[in-house]
């Protein structure tokens, strides 16, 4: 269930500009076990809710927006914790901006005692913010298995150094005799090496 908490009172709101570019804009500060969602004051008598990280509450966060009439918010990309939440409002056709903490954090103004969805809520109404990019599914996803296999990659020439480093411990010299290790060659040795063999004429390659 979603907790209602009050508005704060902000400090120097009279001196903030006035125009509004996005009039159903909203703001979400995204943790890992708490949501803090904020709507213009005028959309609910609650503008701030505070909702779970579970998909039932993802999935109640969107309604809740859709029946404040909310059809763009600006949320950080933290971490991974957005993703979820992206592909809900999404899904409920609502636009999602995501924001660069760095660019946030460079955006002129002061918070004062303001919560960050309700900073984020505001600077969105009034234009100051700059999504980043996020592309298509189609090529996250082809991204995604990219991203996964160079980092396969990189995993698996850290585990060839560590079986170099251990051979070298033992003072056998086979990855100075093999070009590869990982060879059909390098791999056999290996094997007869783990399952007991020690006689080097039946350990060197034929």
Not at 6 to 34: F, H, L, M, W, Y
Not at 47 to 70: E, K, N, R, S
Request: aromatic fraction near 4%; include cysteine.
């Amino acid at each position: 269930m979603a907790k209602r908490r009050q508005s704060p009172k902000r400090k120097g709101s009279r001196n903030r500009p006035t125009p509004v570019i996005n009039p159903n804009a909203a703001g979400i500060d995204i943790g890992a076990r708490e949501i803090y969602v904020a709507v213009p004051e005028d959309r609910d008598p609650e503008p701030v809710h505070t909702f779970a990280t579970f998909t039932p509450d993802l999935v109640q966060l969107a309604d809740w927006l859709a029946a404040c009439g909310i059809t763009t918010v600006a949320m950080e990309a933290t971490s991974v914790y957005w993703m979820p939440l992206f592909t809900i409002l999404e899904e409920q056709g609502i636009e999602v901006c995501l924001v660069n903490a760095r660019h946030l954090r460079r955006v002129p103004g002061r918070k004062t005692d303001v919560l960050d969805c309700e900073w984020l809520q505001y600077l969105h109404s009034v234009g100051l913010l700059r999504g980043s990019f996020h592309p298509p599914e189609a090529v996250a996803a082809v991204r995604t298995v990219l991203r996964h296999k160079a980092s396969l990659t990189q995993m698996a020439s850290s585990h060839v150094q560590h079986i170099h480093k251990a051979l070298t411990q033992m003072n056998l010299q086979i990855h100075h005799v093999i070009s590869d290790i990982t060879g059909v060659t390098g791999l056999a040795i290996l094997d007869a090496i783990l399952a007991g063999e020690r006689r080097p004429e039946a350990l060197g390659p034929a």
